[in-house]
């Protein structure tokens, strides 16, 4: 009922920049939290950046002054806004999002997208 959709993702190279995207669509009633995590190969999913639907942000420190985390309430959109990208920033960056859905009845669930890749040469 509810499809996350992440676009943005490519090759780069260190100090460069990217921007991801993650649009919401289906039976949404509104979104609370919106996040963005990376998980690199070998290693666990991490929270990267968090945005609340009043658009309150908070951030992993590894990623602190270069990216920024924004959000279109009426677009249903999350944005990851990445510069200075660093080697170790490689990963896949999963969106994430915590919805109330409105069909029959009235729930919440978290959602995640598929992933788009991030692959930052040094």
């Known amino acids: 009922q509810v499809q996350l959709v992440e676009s943005g993702g490519g090759l780069v190279q260190a100090g460069g920049s990217l921007r991801l995207s993650c649009a919401a669509s289906?039976?949404?009633?509104?979104?609370?939290?919106l996040a963005w995590y990376r998980q690199a190969p070998g290693k666990q999913r991490e929270l990267v950046a968090r945005i609340t639907s009043g658009g309150s942000a908070n951030y992993a420190d590894s990623v602190k002054g270069r990216f920024t985390i924004s959000r279109d309430n009426a677009k249903n959109t999350l944005y990851l806004q990445m510069n200075s990208l660093k080697p170790e920033d490689t990963a896949v960056y999963y969106c994430n999002a915590d919805i109330i859905i409105a069909t029959n009845k009235i729930y919440r669930r978290a959602y995640w997208g598929q992933g788009t890749q991030v692959t930052v040469s040094s």
């Open positions: 289906g039976s949404i009633f509104s979104i609370n939290d």
